[in-house]
């Protein structure tokens, strides 16, 4: 069974931009949630979606916002980018509520 | 907001040594997991232990869970190099509707050969 698949790996974008991320989650599993870690903040938690409604959403500005295809399949955006933004952005697809949950490999946003 | 706390932060043994990580949190939880990161890749998921669990194993890992206490620790048995990695435990508080997990800040964890 593949894994989950974060794509791209590495990103470099320059401030005032936008970046959208791609998560393809385990077959079968219909949640998918978004993390940002930093060395400064640590793992925070973004947002979280199943069958392609957001039942989660984290201490973000607006400017984050993600959605869920039905495929399960998500992505999220980041609009008008700050230097600040500059993470390693995880997700992670389970089952859902009270199961185990599966990182990918994660998405390294660099802001300049 | 809840948020976990790791002790140590940073733990130095040597190759075939045991290693202790533990784990505290501060709100009820439905299970606390555990994962492993190499420097800046993904998280690894080591283990899950649900909040009726008291013990968990695997391979040569065993967690404990004390809900009284709002503590997990992690051992690692007969450490190898190959074990150094950052270590976080993450739990799923029981008042969220949805999966939505609170990171601890980490367990540097250096085994020497």
């Known amino acids: 069974k593949a894994g989950v698949t974060q794509t791209p790996r590495y990103l470099i974008k320059t401030r005032g931009q936008q970046v959208t991320l791609s998560c393809s989650p385990i077959s079968g599993h219909r949640s998918v949630s978004w993390y940002q870690q930093t060395p400064g903040q640590g793992l925070q938690f973004l947002f979280e979606?199943?069958?392609?409604?957001?039942?989660n959403k984290g201490n973000f500005p607006g400017r984050f916002s993600g959605r869920q295809f039905s495929n399960s399949r998500s992505e999220m955006n980041v609009s008008t980018l700050e230097l600040g933004d500059s993470a390693l952005y995880l997700c992670?697809?389970?089952?859902?509520?009270?199961?185990?949950?599966?990182f990918g490999q994660g998405t390294r946003l660099t802001v300049v | 907001s809840q948020q976990g706390e790791e002790d140590p932060q940073a733990l130095s043994i040597q190759e075939g040594e045991n290693a202790t990580m533990n784990c505290s949190y501060k709100t009820s939880i439905n299970n606390l997991q555990w994962y492993r990161q190499n420097s800046g890749r993904g998280l690894v998921h080591l283990i899950l232990?649900?909040?009726?669990?008291r013990e968990k194993h695997s391979g040569r890992l065993r967690v404990t869970l004390d809900t009284s206490k709002k503590s997990s620790s992690l051992l690692i048995t007969a450490s190898r190099a190959a074990d150094t990695a950052s270590y976080f435990c993450a739990t799923d508080a029981r008042e969220t509707s949805g999966s939505r997990l609170t990171f601890g800040e980490g367990t540097q964890l250096t085994v020497n050969p």
């Open positions: 979606y199943f069958s392609e409604t957001q039942r």
């Open positions: 232990i649900r909040s009726n669990e």
């Open positions: 992670a697809s389970s089952l859902g509520k009270n199961t185990e949950a599966f």
